[in-house]
Nanobody, 126 residues
């Protein structure tokens, strides 16, 4: 059984940085694609970034390109990070991590992921 859990949310001023962590467990082939999504109050859930873990290839939503980086450490196959720089008030949302089985990179424009975490709140304000 695959489990997903996020951590690292918090409050930050505009222009600041935060790093979110996604911890996954279970059979690797069932979680070899991981993505970050976010949902602001009153808005639909949207994809932010995704990674195909075997190849390391990544994809980003236009709204975060150049500011956010999805990455995985070389030391384990459990964790995926989302490094968020130059944060803006419009980045305020609950951020979710999700995992699925895949054979190639799945862009973050789909919610077709099988395993979801509970989310972690990110608030950007002055």
């Amino acid at each position: 059984q695959v489990q997903v859990a996020e951590s690292g949310g918090g409050s930050v001023q505009p222009g600041g940085s935060l790093t979110l962590s996604c911890t996954t467990s279970g059979p690797y082939y069932r979680r070899n694609c991981v993505a970050w999504f976010r949902q602001a109050p009153g808005k639909e859930r949207e994809g932010v970034a995704s990674i195909h873990r075997p190849s390391g290839t990544t994809s980003y939503a236009d709204s975060v390109k150049g500011r956010f980086t999805i990455d995985q450490p070389n030391t384990n196959d459990i964790t995926v990070f989302l490094q968020m720089n130059s944060l803006k008030p419009e980045d305020t949302a609950k951020y979710y991590c999700a995992a699925r089985s895949c054979s190639t990179l799945v862009p973050p424009d789909t919610l077709a992921y099988d395993h979801w975490g509970q989310g972690t709140q990110v608030s950007v304000s002055s």
